[in-house]
Structure formats: structure tokens, C-alpha cells
């Protein structure tokens, strides 16, 4: 599976190593391309998942910069209750908003 955004794959993992919660595909930390992933300070905190981290995709190449703003989102340390309601440990796992098209 692939997260692309743009003409950058984001993400690409094995079907079998993304975890589904409420729709969205999860990808594992060590699939991603950490050099177009950028911190954002947008707040959320989820009444079951916990706190999360959104993500701004950025890439520059010359003169041309383009971004997408909490493009992506990842609950960094999940409570223990949430990793058992989804019955696979996603800390640190990456979903994607609609800027990013995930695909087979």
C-alpha cells in the first residue's frame, strides 16, 4: 500500500503491517519518508486514542516549496485501553487526510 501526495510516495508498506481504526490506514513509523514530514503545532487530543501529532508535508526544489498543511496524524503514545481496543499497538503510526491518496 502507498501514501502519495503530489508525485512524492509518502508512505509504502505491505498491506498486512497497516492498522485500520475508524476508516483510516495507519501506517507503521519505518514506512514513511521522514524528509517531507514536519511537525505542526495544530492541537488535538482524542477521548480515546489520546493526544495526537499532526503532520505538514513540505517539499522545496529550487525556488518552487509546497506544503500541505496536517496532511497527517499520529498518536505518539496511545493509552494502553486504545491499543487494546484496536487490538494492535499504533504508536507513532501515520494516517493521512484528504490531500494524500492511499492506494494498492
Same mark, same amino acid.
Given at each position: 500500500?502507498?501514501?502519495?501526495?503530489?508525485?512524492?510516495?509518502? /508512505?509504502?508498506?505491505?498491506?498486512?503491517?497497516?492498522?485500520?481504526?475508524?476508516?483510516?490506514?495507519?501506517?507503521?513509523?519505518?514506512?514513511?519518508?521522514?524528509?517531507?514530514?514536519? /511537525?505542526?503545532?495544530?492541537?488535538?487530543?482524542? +477521548?480515546?486514542?489520546?493526544? /495526537?501529532?499532526?503532520?505538514?508535508?513540505? +517539499?522545496?526544489?529550487?525556488?518552487?516549496?509546497?506544503?500541505?498543511?496536517?496532511?497527517?496524524?499520529?498518536?505518539?503514545?496511545?493509552? +494502553?485501553?486504545?491499543?487494546?481496543?484496536?487490538?494492535?499497538?499504533?504508536?507513532?503510526?501515520?494516517?493521512?487526510?484528504?490531500?494524500?491518496?492511499?492506494?494498492?
Amino acid at each position: 500500500m502507498r501514501a502519495l501526495w503530489r508525485d512524492h510516495v509518502v /508512505a509504502e508498506s505491505p498491506d498486512d503491517r497497516i492498522v485500520m481504526i475508524e476508516g483510516n490506514r495507519y501506517f507503521p513509523p519505518d514506512t514513511l519518508d521522514r524528509s517531507l514530514f514536519h /511537525a505542526s503545532p495544530t492541537p488535538y487530543t482524542c +477521548h480515546w486514542k489520546g493526544e /495526537a501529532q499532526y503532520w505538514t508535508l513540505r +517539499h522545496s526544489q529550487g525556488d518552487v516549496h509546497d506544503e500541505a498543511v496536517d496532511a497527517a496524524w499520529s498518536y505518539p503514545t496511545p493509552p +494502553h485501553s486504545a491499543i487494546d481496543r484496536v487490538g494492535a499497538d499504533f504508536s507513532g503510526y501515520v494516517a493521512f487526510g484528504e490531500d494524500v491518496r492511499v492506494v494498492a
